[in-house]
């Protein structure tokens, strides 16, 4: 499970109805299980600030950690006004997203899956199928405040029963998708 979750996500996740003051920017397209699934990425002002669930930010470089950018994606599938799941992309880099950072702290890429909000069963990648999820960017432009991704995906993800838990390398199955939406940097 990723730890550097951004804040318009934890926001997203925290309070059901808080979607509703979220604005559609983009979306991700998915294939899982044989059934076709649709979500939006999104954004909102607060305090003068942009909140949104895809950004690019910074991590590492100090105490020894090596530097490498972070691309974290969200999208929140909406019913009725409320967040009811939600997927989660997250791809670390150098220089362009396309060379994904070779680093033993970092790695390259993660998918995970949220049907139903928090609530188990969770889809998500275990240890042994990290190398497995391949991201291919279309397009990619970032000037360290905001910018636009459109890219491909694909991966493995595993059901995990309870959150936080590794996922069961037993119950695996294929994602497939794509993305395209702008993006504003991490605070």
């Not at 808080?18 to 990425?41: K, M, N, P, V, Y």
């Not at 090596?66 to 220089?95: C, F, K, M, N, W």
């Not at 991966?155 to 994602?175: F, K, N, T, W, Y």
Request: proline fraction near 5%; charged fraction near 20%; charge should be negative.
């Amino acid at each position: 499970m990723n730890r550097f979750l951004p804040a318009a996500l934890l926001a997203l996740i925290a309070a059901p109805a808080f979607a509703q003051d979220f604005e559609h920017i983009g979306e991700i397209r998915a294939s899982f299980q044989g059934e076709d699934l649709s979500f939006d990425t999104m954004a909102t002002e607060r305090d003068g600030k942009t909140m949104s669930t895809a950004t690019v930010g910074d991590i590492g470089g100090t105490s020894g950690l090596p530097a490498a950018r972070v691309l974290q994606i969200t999208g929140a599938h909406i019913v009725d006004g409320r967040e009811a799941g939600s997927l989660h992309l997250t791809h670390y880099y150098d220089e362009h997203p396309q060379d994904g950072a070779a680093s033993v702290i970092w790695q390259s890429s993660s998918v995970s899956y949220y049907p139903n909000r928090s609530t188990p069963p969770l889809w998500e990648m275990s240890p042994d199928t990290r190398s497995n999820v391949t991201f291919r960017f279309d397009s990619f432009y970032f000037d360290g405040e905001t910018g636009h991704v459109s890219a491909t995906f694909t991966g493995q993800l595993c059901r995990s029963d309870v959150l936080g838990e590794e996922a069961d390398p037993d119950d695996c199955h294929e994602i497939s998708g794509s993305f395209d939406t702008p993006l504003s940097g991490q605070d």
